[in-house]
């Protein structure tokens, strides 16, 4: 018998894929997926590894590997390969609260209030806004020094965010409508703790983790690289087929409720299992009926896009919307070289979870593996071709994001100097009792800004007395320093605050 060429087995694979998934389905779509994504790797060149998982509702469809955790080691990426799934987290997080709440320890929507000990956070705000408000983005509420603090710098204790839940304050946007942001989580769990004496990680790992059989699923990443695990290192496809490693890598002290886990492809696949069949996995019913699918629903109204997704509301730790015409429930995560995303279509009974590691300037490869996923089983016609052309629209982006980081980068470095002292007059310790210790030092004729575990050199801003600051990889932000009646540097503004010299 002649041996079948490859495209003649994608072709038999999608005749077989018009109809539902079945066990002949299954079968075929790991040879389809993987040439698909090897494909992907090889033009996009940006991106150093990618992990997949695609479930049904009986499990495990396919996962796989390709390419490279880090740079630095050449460890490949496999299925057992972990990667920070950023805030993906978030669902992780609603569904430990939500599985208190359905025994009775905790309300969803009883007022903070009635349970939370007293704290920081105003009056009237504790005595109107639940955890359902929270954990779904519409309390009209913000507490931006606490995500800093746990999301970016890592300079926090259990006691100074219990200080700084007095930082808790109404947005511009009135209760009931749908902002997203960190702070519900982390305002959330720090209440939680102070009243259970259970952290985040904690309630994860006991109500969720430890349940599922997500044994490499973990917010103790420090650990897991200690223990020889693989994790997957953030990257930047800036130069083309040299992907750098980003200079910001997540620690312990960075890890929270609202992005705080690495995964693998293994574990992501029983976290989709269990979504899909409202908390049965290997069937085995692992959470109450209803409880799973509780999360689900949306909780506050919302009309935007994000590529090819329609989102229509958020429910507890989950976009809702739609990919095409069908219901879509999904969650995706960046941070820092790093990209997850984790979907599944209820009605399809079919999920998918893709994670790479860079973000910046090919991390919209994740969704479109993904949607190659959905596509296939719906049966698309052409569908390599269609592909094909979304590959070069990919590809097309990603040369515009290089192009335009370059031009920038060659405009600052033209940018003349703009502080009126010596480099060393300005060097210092500046402090913010919300926002932490900014730390100002000399480093190669330069001056570079430091924050807990973030540190950068800075170029120029075009303001007076002003310097630029990527602590974030790509994110530049503004430090400008206010002098004394004696033109010394007395204090400097960062993040719209003031940070006092010590």
């Keep these: 018998m002649k041996p079948w060429s490859m495209g003649a087995f994608l072709a038999a694979a999608l005749v077989c894929a018009a109809g539902e998934t079945g066990a002949q389905d299954r079968a075929l779509f790991g040879p389809a997926m993987d040439a698909f994504a090897s494909r992907v790797m090889q033009r996009v060149e940006a991106a150093p590894g990618l992990a997949l998982a695609v479930v049904d509702e009986g499990g495990l469809v396919h996962a796989a590997g390709f390419g490279v955790a880090d740079v630095a080691t050449g460890a490949p990426v496999t299925t057992d390969t972990r990667f920070y799934i950023a805030s993906a987290t978030k669902s992780f997080t609603a569904l430990s609260i939500a599985a208190m709440a359905r025994r009775g320890e905790v309300g969803m929507d009883a007022p903070l209030a009635d349970w939370a000990p007293p704290s920081g956070v105003p009056t009237d705000i504790a005595a109107r806004i639940t955890l359902t408000d929270l954990l779904s983005h519409r309390s009209g509420v913000d507490n931006a020094p606490i995500a800093f603090r746990l999301a970016y710098s890592g ?53 969720v983790l430890t349940p599922l059989g997500m044994t490499a699923t973990t917010a103790r990443i420090d650990e897991a690289r200690m223990s020889g695990a693989v994790v997957a290192a953030g990257h930047f496809g800036r130069i ?4 750098e490693r980003s200079q910001l890598q997540k620690t312990n002290a960075t890890m929270q409720s609202a992005g705080g886990l690495i995964s693998t492809a293994n574990d992501m696949a029983l976290w989709l ?49 739609r990919y095409g015409e069908g219901v879509l429930i999904h969650h995706f995560g960046n941070f820092s070289g790093l990209r997850a995303h984790v979907s599944f279509m209820p009605e399809r009974r079919l999920g998918v979870a893709v994670m790479v590691n860079e973000d910046a300037f090919a991390g919209d490869l994740a969704d479109l593996v993904a949607n190659y996923a959905y596509d296939w089983f719906a049966g698309l016609p052409d569908i390599e071709a269609v592909y094909e052309a979304k590959l070069d629209a990919l590809i097309v982006e990603r040369d515009r994001r290089r192009t335009g980081i370059a031009g920038a980068m060659e405009a600052r470095a033209k940018r003349p100097r703009t502080l009126s002292l010596s480099n060393a007059a300005y060097v210092g310790d500046y402090v913010n009792d919300a926002y932490g210790t900014l730390m100002i030092r000399e480093a190669d004729e330069r001056l570079s800004v430091a924050t807990g575990v973030q540190q950068a ?17 790509f994110r530049g932000e503004g430090v400008v320093f206010n002098l004394d009646a004696d033109g010394r540097p007395a204090s400097l503004t960062y993040q719209d605050a003031v940070f006092v010299r010590r």
Excluded: C
């Excluded at 902002?179 to 004496?197: C, D, H, Q």
């Excluded at 996995?281 to 896009?305: D, K």
């Excluded at 050199?457 to 990889?473: H, Q, S």
């Design 155 to 207: 300079d926090w204790s259990p006691e100074v965010l219990w200080r700084l839940t007095k930082e808790t304050q109404p947005r511009d946007n009135p209760y009931g409508q749908f902002v997203y942001s960190n702070s519900g989580y982390n305002l959330a769990t720090v209440l939680m703790e102070r009243r259970w004496g259970r952290d985040w990680r904690a309630l994860v790992e006991g109500e």
């Design 273 to 321: 299992e269990a979504q899909i069949n409202d908390g049965r996995v290997g069937g085995r019913q692992v959470f109450p009926a209803g409880l799973v699918a509780s999360t689900h629903a949306s909780q506050v109204a919302q009309e935007t896009t994000f590529g090819p997704y329609v989102r229509t509301g958020y429910g507890l730790g989950w976009q809702v919307g």
């Design 457 to 473: 050199l800075a170029d120029y801003l075009t303001e007076p007395e002003g310097i630029r600051v990527e602590l974030t990889p």
């Design 240 to 243: 083309p087929g040299q992907p």
